[in-house]
């Protein structure tokens, strides 16, 4: 692990901890990264997930899911 590395480490770590600490506060911070799940639907049968069990129904149309971006 270089020097950079670290304080890249050390940077980012007092950015969560200013982060919690302002939510704490009653302040939202903005999203940094959103994971958004297409479909659950899927035929593989993975070993460590079960999402091809789930049957896709109540999944977001695009216009639902446009405004969810949009907000």
């Known amino acids: 692990?270089?020097?950079?590395?670290?304080?890249?480490g050390v940077r980012r770590a007092g950015e969560l901890i200013s982060s919690v600490?302002?939510?704490?506060?009653g302040r939202r911070d903005q999203?940094?990264?959103l994971t958004y799940i297409v479909t659950f639907r899927c035929n593989a049968r993975c070993v460590m997930c079960d999402s091809w069990?789930?049957?896709?129904?109540?999944e977001l149309t695009l216009?639902?899911?446009?405004?969810?971006?949009?907000q």
């Open 53 to 58: 069990r789930k049957e896709g129904e109540g």
């Open 21 to 25: 600490a302002r939510t704490r506060l």
């Open 31 to 33: 999203p940094r990264l």
């Open 1 to 8: 692990m270089t020097g950079a590395d670290v304080r890249d």
């Open 63 to 70: 216009p639902e899911i446009a405004r969810i971006y949009r």
